[in-house]
């Protein structure tokens, strides 16, 4: 019995550290922040309006592989960077709550000497970050545009939430089950139409280093494991210029949510691209690089 309870364990045990071996082999740069060390890129000219992307709970930065470079087409000067415990970037230890990840995007700017006004996208649970970076200094914001956003509805399931609410059992069964079902999502959409280069190969990779597992799971006990409608509320009464983009046939995030957004934020432009899932940076680019078009010749 006690072998079988030791063999997730061992499993993460034994899984890769990042280092300086695998960073070798990534484009980019790298910066020492105060949580650890983030990997970042940029994309476009030097002088174009800055577009800070942040990407979601499992798949790092690569999953701008496409929209950075349609951005950079139009003019933008585009930072992509690693969530910390994803990509290259360091895998410290702590809860991934608001105060973490915002922390890390002040940091990185800090570091790149950006001190003007910004414009965020974020995709899934970057939308989240971005969404509580933008509610705590609204003054920094040109504009706010948020894909398939995490925030407004909390994770559900009995099994999702006992994993959750539970220390040490949930961490075990986090990593006893999780992989497997993270593969299991990943091949279901490897037929699907990308615009990015072995993107499933590249999600699967992060299975292979020590610390992803774990945060994932910290993430979804932090800033996944409350509603965002404060934030929401101070973005809106900011007068901060916000675009939501969905997918129609989101399974990860419902279309319900948009709803929720409303109500929260009535000002929000809300834009629902057909025939599309949760994967729409990289499933439905050209279309979300049009209504992100728009939406700042509208702000111009």
């Known amino acids: 019995m006690g072998a079988f309870i030791a063999i997730p364990l061992i499993v993460e045990l034994t899984r890769r550290s990042m280092n300086s071996t695998d960073r070798d082999t990534?484009?980019?740069?790298?910066?020492?922040?105060?949580?650890?060390?983030?990997?970042?890129?940029?994309?476009?000219?030097?002088?174009?309006?800055?577009?800070?992307?942040?990407?979601?709970?499992?798949?790092?930065?690569?999953?701008?592989?496409?929209?950075s470079k349609g951005l950079a087409l139009m003019g933008c000067r585009v930072l992509t960077y690693d969530l910390y415990g994803r990509g290259y970037s360091d895998r410290p230890r702590g809860k991934q709550n608001e105060a973490f990840?915002?922390?890390?995007?002040?940091?990185?700017?800090?570091?790149?000497?950006?001190?003007?006004?910004?414009?965020?996208?974020?995709?899934?649970?970057?939308?989240?970050?971005a969404s509580a970076f933008a509610a705590t200094q609204p003054e920094r914001i040109g504009q706010l545009v948020l894909?398939?956003?995490?925030?407004?509805?909390?994770?559900?399931?009995?099994?999702v939430k006992f994993i959750v609410g539970t220390p040490i059992i949930g961490d075990w069964l986090m990593l006893a089950f999780y992989?497997?079902?993270?593969?299991?999502?990943?091949?279901a959409e490897r037929k699907l139409p990308t615009h990015v280069p072995k993107i499933s190969d590249q999600q699967e990779r992060e299975l292979r280093h020590r610390g992803f597992v774990p945060a994932v799971l910290s993430s979804m006990r932090g800033l996944l494991g409350k509603s965002q409608q404060e934030e929401h509320n101070a973005i809106h009464h900011a007068g901060?210029?916000?675009?939501?983009?969905?997918?129609?046939?989101?399974?990860v995030i419902p279309?319900?949510?948009?709803?929720?957004?409303?109500?929260?934020?009535?000002?929000?432009?809300?834009?629902?691209?057909?025939?599309?899932?949760?994967?729409?940076?990289?499933?439905?680019?050209?279309q979300v690089l049009e209504i992100i078009r728009k939406a700042m010749s509208a702000q111009s």
Not at 115 to 125: A, L, P
Not at 179 to 187: A, H, S, V
Request: proline letters at 7%; charged letters at 10%; aromatic letters at 8%.
């Open 26 to 67: 990534a484009s980019g740069q790298f910066a020492h922040l105060s949580q650890g060390i983030t990997h970042y890129e940029w994309f476009g000219p030097k002088r174009g309006p800055i577009v800070v992307c942040i990407h979601g709970l499992t798949t790092p930065s690569i999953v701008w592989g496409s929209l």
């Open 101 to 129: 990840f915002t922390q890390q995007l002040d940091d990185l700017l800090r570091h790149e000497d950006i001190t003007g006004t910004i414009s965020i996208v974020g995709y899934s649970m970057g939308g989240a970050i």
């Open 147 to 159: 894909l398939a956003p995490a925030g407004m509805e909390i994770v559900s399931g009995k099994l």
């Open 179 to 187: 992989p497997n079902e993270l593969r299991r999502g990943i091949q």
């Open 240 to 251: 901060l210029p916000v675009l939501a983009i969905w997918g129609r046939d989101d399974a």
């Open 255 to 286: 279309l319900t949510a948009a709803d929720t957004l409303t109500s929260w934020s009535p000002t929000t432009v809300q834009v629902i691209v057909n025939n599309a899932g949760h994967g729409l940076p990289y499933t439905h680019p050209t």
